[in-house]
């Protein structure tokens, strides 16, 4: 079954603290993967996709196909990183539909 | 480009009645896609259509659930003789063709008494 696994409800850290919010998924082909953010009052918006490997706001994330995880991290948070963080998976070369995960609420501390 | 639009941005109705929900896809997008956020958890897919078609609505329950994306105007979803677990909040994502990527809208919110 395809199933996308956020195992933390809440991730609190301190402004400046590395962040790493993870993303465990179950697919049996290939899929594309996507991290979307909420941020307060506004509308989901992707953040970053795992083929286009790049860096958005400082967060990165890397697929690892052996651990079926997409992990997002950022090296040192920032109060303005406070939202709430889906990990969504795509059947990619079917109808796209997305399969999200529960999300996490990140809150950065002053 | 204004981004998908979806209205109305919140709706209140009674048991029993009908529930109209719009979406406008972006400016260039031909794929509307439609969620459902249930209290305390993620979004589920529901639906997904091209202009005149439904192309997959595995998600979709399979009574009092309708959606249309006609080939002028707005996508709705349709729901019919509402109950209180109905309650949620709906998503509208649109894409251009030939890509995963989906844009959403600000959602409605559908509260039933």
């Known amino acids: 079954a395809q199933r996308v696994t956020q195992p933390e409800k809440l991730l609190s850290v301190f402004k400046g603290a590395p962040v790493e919010l993870k993303c465990n998924y179950s697919?049996?082909?290939?899929?594309?993967l996507f991290w979307y953010v909420q941020y307060s009052r506004q509308r989901l918006q992707l953040l970053l996709r795992?083929?286009s490997r790049e860096s958005i706001k400082g967060f990165t994330a890397d697929l690892n196909k052996g651990e079926t995880s997409f992990h997002l991290k950022k090296p040192f948070a920032q109060e303005e990183d406070s939202a709430m963080y889906y990990c969504a998976l795509s059947n990619s070369g079917n109808t796209g539909k997305l399969i999200f995960g529960q999300g996490t609420t990140l809150q950065v501390k002053p | 480009n204004a981004g998908v639009m979806q209205n109305p941005r919140h709706l209140v109705r009674r048991r029993g009645q009908e529930a109209r929900l719009r979406c406008s896809p972006m400016?260039?997008?031909?794929?509307v896609y439609w969620y459902r956020q249930l209290p305390e958890e993620g979004l589920k897919f529901m639906v997904y259509?091209?202009?005149?078609?439904?192309?997959?609505e595995s998600g979709m329950p399979k009574e009092r659930f309708s959606a249309e994306f006609p080939k002028e105007g707005p996508s709705i979803l349709r729901i019919q003789q509402v109950v209180r677990g109905d309650s949620a909040a709906y998503f509208c994502?649109?894409?251009?063709?030939?890509?995963?990527?989906?844009?959403f809208g600000p959602g409605t919110r559908l509260t039933v008494t």
């Open positions: 795992h083929i």
């Open positions: 400016k260039g997008h031909s794929h």
């Open positions: 697919y049996s082909g290939s899929p594309e």
């Open positions: 259509l091209q202009k005149e078609n439904i192309i997959d």
């Open positions: 994502a649109s894409s251009p063709p030939g890509t995963q990527a989906q844009y």
